[in-house]
């Protein structure tokens, strides 16, 4: 219910861009799924641009129609997938499956490399 709160509240104004930095990391999975449901309708619904910040891989692929990975100190874009289905793709995700690995390959490696980890967004 608070993570409602916070979207609703976020979104009153109306934004153009809409900056969410892990919003739904503390959720458990069903109410998680419910949540990325609700952003895309409201984000289809409003047109707003969404920067989401995740460690989650399958969320940035149900969510993102661009993918940025970033990593070292200072923070730098490593690397940049666009996401090629069309949304709705929560139940597409075995489709995308070489994306996702390519994509945790270069998390890896851009951990490794660097002090910190890497994030994607």
């Known amino acids: 219910m ?3 709160v916070s979207l609703a509240r976020a979104l009153v104004r ?3 861009i809409l900056l969410m ?3 739904f990391s503390a959720l458990d ?3 998680r799924l419910g949540m990325q449901e609700l952003l895309l309708k409201l984000i289809a619904d409003r047109r707003s641009a969404v920067v989401l910040v995740t460690h989650d891989i399958d969320e940035a692929l149900i969510l ?3 993918i940025l990975l970033m990593g070292g100190s200072p923070g730098r874009i ?3 997938w666009i996401v090629p289905i069309r949304q709705p793709r929560a139940k597409q995700l075995h489709c995308l499956i070489d994306l996702r690995m390519e994509i945790l390959e270069n998390l890896s490696s851009s951990s490794a490399d660097a002090s910190d980890s890497a994030t994607i967004f």
């Open 21 to 23: 930095d892990e919003p």
């Open 14 to 16: 109306n934004p153009d």
């Open 29 to 31: 999975a069903i109410t």
């Open 2 to 4: 608070a993570q409602r």
């Open 78 to 80: 490593v690397k940049e």
């Open 64 to 66: 993102a129609d661009r």
